[in-house]
């Protein structure tokens, strides 16, 4: 399904139109089943992509003050950090472990986007606001994905995590934790 060389899978670039719910393939393996490439493309990218590249600007809310949020996107194929300079993903775990980020309650999802926050830099004098501000970004990436989602007939959950294994799968160093997590699967057939 994903083009995957040397541990990474390039993303196409994103399509700016609007995407039209996938009709026929929504029903064919569930509300859980695989995201296309293109998809997962364009979702990473209305949260956190590049749009001016001169900058480094990126499609979330911006403000200097804001320190670095990583997006970890887990797939059945394994768990990955999205490289947003030249957006791929960078594969860290193979194999599955959507499962680690349940909480009670968590529904199956097809992508797992896991935000992790830097917290060293609340370290620094005269940065209190850091752990404020981080949540900002991390809020304001996911709003972006939710919106795109909201586009494309996908559905997305803002969720704590369980699992303290999902941190070790994804190599998190001292003063780097998970914010939260954001389930992303298909939507529901509506009911008549």
Known sequence: MHRATEGAITLPLPRLEVPRPETGARSAGGPAASLSLDQVSALLWAGFGLNRHGSGGR??????????????????????????????????????????????????????????????????????????LSGIGAVSIADGVAAYCASAGLEATAEQHADPRLATSLRLVPGERIAFVQGVRRAAPAAH
Do not use: N, S
């Open 59 to 132: 499609a979330p809310f911006a403000d200097p003050r804001i320190p670095p949020v990583a997006v970890y996107a887990l797939l059945a194929e394994g768990a990955y950090r999205y490289d947003v300079r030249e957006h791929r993903l960078l594969m860290l775990t193979p194999g599955d472990i959507r499962t680690r980020r349940r909480a009670a309650g968590a529904v199956p999802a097809a992508l797992v986007l896991v935000y992790v926050e830097d917290d060293r830099c609340a370290e620094d004098p005269g940065t209190e606001e850091c752990g404020v």
